[in-house]
């Protein structure tokens, strides 16, 4: 257990649905990350959040929308998803400024139909 | 710009040690970091190099070299929950990003 926790840990969806992923971090941190990891390939960084404002998004389409309340809830809302977009999707967080560790959820896997 | 490249996977015996390399090319880098993955789990934090030497954490030490852009995690006395997918990954300085190599899987074999 990490302090950070994504629910659903399972999500299978067609390519016309909508959905979100949730991600909590009871780590007192500011920092929040959505990362994609597809077999084989390296950990994917999409989008970064710090103490709430986005200010990292690397060249994601825009059917991934991410979304952060507070600094301690971080949402990846889906929709209109590809097949190729199938892949374990992480969240982390850290301490402002990214200075230190990254802690990681244990990620939600995504099957698109 | 970054490339961190890492070995896809390596076998070793139960109570052996295994040395899982790390090469970088990383622009304005300040730091190394080392993550464990079993499958199906989050990734948990292993260690952080920013001085070039070896850090040695129980069964665990990492080494850096900045100079040669190089790093390298030994596990000793491997036991059977060592088998994981190991992630090196490469920080820059000022900056939120950490770019992730593709993971060596470990096996480990009685």
């Known amino acids: 257990e990490t302090g950070v926790t994504q629910t659903p840990r399972h999500l299978v969806m067609g390519m016309t649905n909508k959905k979100s992923l949730k991600c909590e971090q009871h780590?007192?941190?500011?920092?929040m990350y959505w990362y994609k990891q597809s077999a084989k390939k390296p950990l994917e960084l999409m989008f970064v959040?710090?103490?709430?404002?986005?200010?990292e998004n690397n060249s994601v389409p825009s059917r991934f929308s991410p979304e952060c309340p507070n600094s301690s809830h971080l949402f990846l809302h889906l929709h209109t998803l590809q097949p190729e977009d199938s892949a374990l999707y992480l969240c982390?967080?850290?301490?402002?400024?990214?200075?230190?560790?990254?802690?990681f959820g244990p990620g939600t896997r995504l099957t698109v139909l | 710009g970054q490339n961190i490249d890492q070995p896809t996977e390596m076998t070793a015996t139960e109570g052996a040690i295994v040395q899982i390399n790390c090469t970088y090319q990383?622009?304005?880098?300040?730091?190394l970091f080392w993550y464990q993955q079993h499958a199906g789990e989050a990734p948990t934090f292993l260690s952080y190099?920013?001085?070039?030497g070896l850090e040695e954490k129980g069964r665990f030490s990492s080494f850096l070299s900045r100079s040669k852009g190089y790093s390298y995690l030994l596990l000793k006395e491997l036991q059977m929950k060592d088998s994981a997918s190991y992630l090196c990954?490469?920080?820059?300085?000022?900056?939120?990003?950490?770019?992730f190599g593709a993971g060596t899987t470990v096996t480990v074999r009685a």
């Open positions: 982390a967080s850290s301490t402002q400024g990214g200075g230190g560790e990254q802690f």
């Open positions: 780590l007192g941190h500011n920092a």
């Open positions: 959040y710090s103490l709430e404002e986005r200010v």
């Open positions: 990383t622009s304005g880098f300040n730091g």
């Open positions: 190099n920013v001085l070039d």
């Open positions: 990954a490469a920080r820059r300085s000022n900056d939120y990003k950490l770019s």
